[in-house]
C-alpha cells in the first residue's frame, strides 16, 4: 500500500521561526536515453497548504500523478532544464549539480532551507540538507518530483510529435524494447544521449 506524506516536517520546521520557506528539490530523466534531465525546486512555505497523495512520483499512477500536479502547480515552484548538449558535455552527474546549484542560487534567501534528493560530493551551501531517498521521506521533496515526473513526461510527449515511430510517448526516452527496436530501423536523433554508451553502440554500429 502506498504511503502517502504529510507536511509535518515543513510546519514544524517554519514554526521554528529560523525559516521561512522550505525548498525541496528533485531530478527526473537521469537514466533515459533521450531528452533532458529536469530538476524541479517546490517552494513550501506558510501559504502552501497540504496535498493529498504526495508521495515519491513513481509511486502513483499517472493519472493520480496529473491530479496530484494540478494542485502542486497552483504553489511555487521552478523547473530547468539539462539539454543534450550540457548531459553530453559534462555527463549526467555534472548536469544535475549544476541545475540544483543553479536553483540554489536563484532562490536563495537567508531565511531558506533546501532539501535535495539524493547524495552528491558538491557542497550546495550551509542551508542545504541532502537527503537519501527523499522524494519517500519528506512532503515538498516528493512534490518537487511529481511536478518534475509530469512537466518532463509532458515535454516528451511533445518532442514525439518531432520524432515519431520512437514511442517516446510511451517510454518517456527510456531504453525500452521498443525505443530499441526504433533506433535499429530509424537510427539516432538530435535528442539522444551520445555520451550514453547504448546510444554510442548505435552510432559505431551506423558507421
Known sequence: ???????????????EG???RIIGIDEVGRGCWAGPVTVTAFIYSSDSGHVDNVTDSKKISLKKREEVYEKLSLNNYQTLYGDIDLIDSV???KSVIKLIEDLCKLL??????FLIDGRF???FGKNTIQVIK??????????ASIIAKVERDR?????????????????????TKKHIDALKSLGVTEIHRKSYKPIKNFLNEAN
Open 91 to 93: 555527463g549526467i552527474g
Open 1 to 15: 500500500m502506498t504511503e502517502f506524506l504529510k507536511d509535518d516536517f515543513e510546519t514544524r520546521i517554519l514554526a
Open 134 to 143: 527523499g522524494d519517500l521521506k519528506y512532503y515538498s521533496i516528493a512534490a
Open 155 to 175: 515535454l516528451m510527449n511533445e518532442l514525439s510529435l518531432k520524432f515519431p515511430g520512437y514511442g517516446l510517448e510511451a517510454h518517456k526516452g527510456y531504453g
Open 108 to 113: 536563495n534567501t537567508p531565511d531558506t532551507l
Open 121 to 123: 560530493s558538491e557542497d
Open 18 to 20: 529560523k525559516y521561512k
